[in-house]
């Protein structure tokens, strides 16, 4: 893309770097410099990225070099990037102060949210959910009530990853209604029994209803549900491993379990999950359920969110080999340790 090649690529993933308050990497800013300032000057659209993904050190580059000083007009600095700057600028501005003063970022986002349009406040709970805090609750919670459906199912993701939420709490309640553990002489069995319907109480919690009460519905409803419920009221309540529990798996929804737990182990970066889910897939699960997960996921659920929630190692099934499955397994473990550990999102 620096070379010059889909320029609207670039475009794209400038856009998406800025509009989740990243940065462009340093080493990458020069090459990128020069490949807008080379574009028409009629054409700000690309400078205006550029300028919003480089950050304070593409404006400090623009110092040095005055062939990029076209940086500097698009670079609104302290608080004029709040009331002045565009949508990446103000995310920002917000992710900054978040980072800094969290309590300031809420109060900015309170102050803000009636005069916001829905865009703009589903980013601010974006912002907000890069560093969840107990304190964020009350702010959330209100946010369930929104007229805007993108903006309730923002905050209900949300208080779903949040440790110890009412929502949390609200979920594993309707969640444990639909599973119980059966012992017999061949070992533990899970018995599924789905949700019927979806009410309003479910619907205000983010969980989004089927068409009506058939298998697919309320298949994809007790997916909705496990998505959201903590992943502790499984191992606490049955007292037993991950692993334990998917050896136990009820013939006929192990799919539909192993998706909303997949979801439900990302959303709360539960590695112990993580491990013992990719076991299950690599070690062959139920049957056929290697070879065929991702499709039957997709008969099964919605597959957007199947696809969305399961680890991209899982997807990796879907190659020939399970060295490569194996392979990026890794590379994703990793990337996620470094994330952890440089405490970015």
Do not use: K
């Not at 600028?89 to 300031?104: E, H, I, K, N």
């Not at 459906?149 to 949300?158: E, F, K, T």
């Amino acid at each position: 893309m620096l070379g010059g090649e889909h320029p609207d690529l670039l475009a794209e993933w400038l856009a998406a770097v800025a509009g989740r308050g990243r940065l462009v990497p340093a080493e990458l800013l020069p090459a990128l410099l020069d490949q807008a300032r080379r574009g028409s000057p009629a054409d700000s659209g690309l400078r205006r990225l550029v300028a919003a993904a480089g950050g304070p050190r593409a404006r400090w580059l623009a110092g040095l070099n005055p062939e990029w000083a076209f940086v500097l007009a698009y670079a609104p600095a302290g608080e004029d990037a709040w009331r002045l700057g565009d949508a990446a600028q103000r995310r920002g501005y917000l992710s900054a102060l978040r980072a800094g003063d969290p309590g300031a970022a809420r109060d900015l986002v309170a102050a803000s949210w009636d005069a916001a349009g829905p865009d703009e406040r589903v980013m601010f709970l974006g912002v907000i959910a890069g560093g969840l805090d107990p304190a964020d609750e009350p702010l959330l919670e209100a946010a369930l009530d929104d007229r805007n459906d993108r903006v309730r199912q923002a905050a209900a993701d949300a208080l779903a990853a949040l440790p110890g939420s009412a929502l949390a709490g609200r979920m594993a309640a309707r969640a444990v209604t639909c599973l119980r553990l059966e012992r017999s002489a061949g070992g533990p069995r899970l018995r599924v029994s789905p949700p019927g319907e979806c009410d309003a109480a479910m619907r205000r919690d983010g969980v989004r209803a089927g068409r009506g009460a058939g298998p697919d519905e309320r298949r994809e409803l007790l997916f909705e549900v496990l998505s959201r419920t903590p992943l502790c009221a499984w191992t606490d309540g049955f007292g037993m491993t991950p692993g334990e529990i998917l050896d136990a798996l009820a013939v006929g929804w192990a799919l539909v379990l192993v998706a909303g737990w997949s979801w439900a182990a990302v959303a709360q970066r539960n590695q112990e999950w993580m491990a013992a889910l990719m076991s299950w897939i690599l070690t062959g699960g139920r049957s056929d359920a290697v070879s065929g997960v991702l499709r039957q996921l997709a008969r099964e659920v919605n597959p957007a969110r199947a696809l969305a929630g399961i680890d991209a190692s899982l997807l990796a099934m879907t190659l020939p080999g399970v060295r490569d499955a194996i392979d990026v397994l890794r590379f994703r473990y990793q990337m996620l340790r470094e994330l952890d550990d440089d405490g970015a999102g």
